[in-house]
C-alpha cells in the first residue's frame, strides 16, 4: 500500500530552539540567578522567534510535510507588578503557517520543564519546554490512542542554590490511513547525561516503542550518530531500529549545532542528533536536513534555528 495513492508522504522533525542558552543557570548562587537570568532573556529577545518563525515556515512551505515532530517549542512568560505577556512559539508559528497558506492541527503535545525566576529588572520570567506533533489537516489521517508523558527519570541540577528537575518527556499517535495503521513517536532526550539519555531511552523502548505497529521514530536524540562512542543511538539500533539517513540520506545529515546567538556567518553544524527511526517494513525514497543553508538564514542573518531540521519523502508500508 502506498500512502496518499502514490503521492509523496513527507514527514518533518525540528528542534526550533529555545532562543537562548539556558545552562548558565546550572550552578548558579541565588545572588547570581538575576543576572543570569537577564542575559539569558536578552539573548532570547535578540534570536527574535517571530522573524526565525517566518523562515521555518518557508521551509515547510516548500516541502508541505503532512506530520511534523517539533522540539522546544519555548512559551515565554514574563510578569512584572503590573503586567504581564507572553511569547508563544506554537501560536506564533501556527499563525505563520496559516499566513502562508498551510493549515496545521496539533495532535499531541507534552508539557517538560518549566522554570519562573527573577530577573535583575524586577520582572519574573518563566520558560515551558515542550514538544508537539503536528498535522496537515487535509492529509486525510486519522488518529487514535494519543500519548502525551514525561520520562521518570530526568537530571536534577543546582539552580540558585535550589534542586531542578530538567523534566524531559516523549508524545505518540497511532495514525491510520486507508486501512493502514502505524504509530508516530516524537521525542527530545536527556543532552547533559549519558546515562540519564539511556534510562530514557529504554523507557521508550519499553514504553511507546514496544509495538507491532510499524513505527516512525522521530527527535532529538541527543546522541551523534557519526559519533566514536554513541551507547543512546546504538541501543535504538540494536533494538531494531534503521536510521533512515543510512539509506536514503542526501548531504552530511548535520543537525547541531549553530552558535547560541545564531550569528554566525557560516553554519557551525558538525554531529547528527536529529534522527528519524523506523521499524517495520518502510521504503523511504530520500532524506535531506532543512534550514541550514545560507539562504534559509533571516533577513537580520539569523539561522531559523541552533538545529536543522531532517525529513523524509514517500513512505510506502508494505
Known amino acids: 500500500m502506498k500512502i496518499n495513492n502514490g503521492k509523496k ?41 517571530r522573524e526565525r518563525a517566518k523562515s521555518i515556515s518557508q521551509q515547510m512551505k516548500n516541502i508541505k510535510p503532512h506530520l511534523i515532530g517539533l522540539q522546544e517549542v519555548a512559551l515565554w ?13 506554537l501560536t506564533i508559528l501556527l499563525e505563520e503557517l496559516k ?64 534542586l531542578f528537575t530538567v523534566l524531559r518527556g516523549w508524545s505518540s499517535v497511532d495514525i491510520c490511513f486507508q486501512g493502514q495503521k502505524f504509530r508516530l513517536l516524537n521525542t527530545h532526550l ?29 527527535g532529538d536524540f541527543n546522541s551523534n550518530a557519526e559519533g566514536v562512542i554513541k551507547p543512546t543511538y546504538d541501543l535504538l539500533i540494536n533494538f531494531g531500529f534503521t536510521d533512515v539517513w543510512n539509506i536514503s540520506g542526501v548531504g552530511s545529515g548535520f543537525t547541531a549545532f549553530q552558535v547560541r546567538d545564531l550569528l554566525n556567518p557560516i553554519s557551525a553544524l558538525t554531529e547528527r542528533i536529529d534522527l528519524i527511526l523506523i521499524k517495520g517494513n518502510f521504503n523511504i525514497e530520500v532524506s535531506n ?3 541550514d543553508k545560507q539562504k534559509d538564514r533571516t533577513l537580520s542573518g539569523l539561522w531559523p534555528s541552533d538545529h536543522a531540521g531532517v525529513l523524509i519523502r514517500y513512505i510506502q508500508i508494505i
Open 289 to 291: 536536513t532543512v534550514g
Open 190 to 218: 536527556e543532552g547533559n547525561s549519558v546515562d540519564i539519555r539511556m534510562e530514557q531511552a529504554e523507557e521508550l523502548l519499553n514504553g511507546p516503542a514496544n509495538t507491532t505497529l510499524p513505527l516512525l521514530f522521530l
Open 9 to 49: 508522504f513527507t514527514i518533518l522533525t525540528w528542534n526550533i530552539y529555545f532562543g537562548a542558552d539556558l545552562e548558565p543557570l546550572i550552578g548558579t548562587t541565588p545572588e547570581e540567578v538575576p543576572q543570569v537570568t537577564t542575559k539569558i532573556f536578552n539573548q532570547f529577545k535578540q534570536t527574535n522567534f
Open 77 to 89: 512568560t514574563v510578569r512584572s507588578l503590573t503586567t504581564k505577556y507572553e511569547t508563544n512559539f
Open 99 to 162: 499566513r502562508m497558506g498551510l493549515d496545521y492541527g496539533v495532535v499531541a503535545i507534552n508539557h517538560n520543564f518549566s522554570s519562573e525566576l527573577p530577573s535583575s529588572t524586577g520582572d519574573l520570567i518563566r520558560i515551558l519546554d515542550r514538544d508537539v506533533i503536528l498535522a496537515k489537516k487535509s492529509a486525510g489521517l486519522c488518529f487514535c490512542n494519543i500519548q502525551e508523558e514525561n520520562f521518570s527519570r530526568n537530571l536534577v541540577v543546582p539552580i540558585g542554590g535550589v
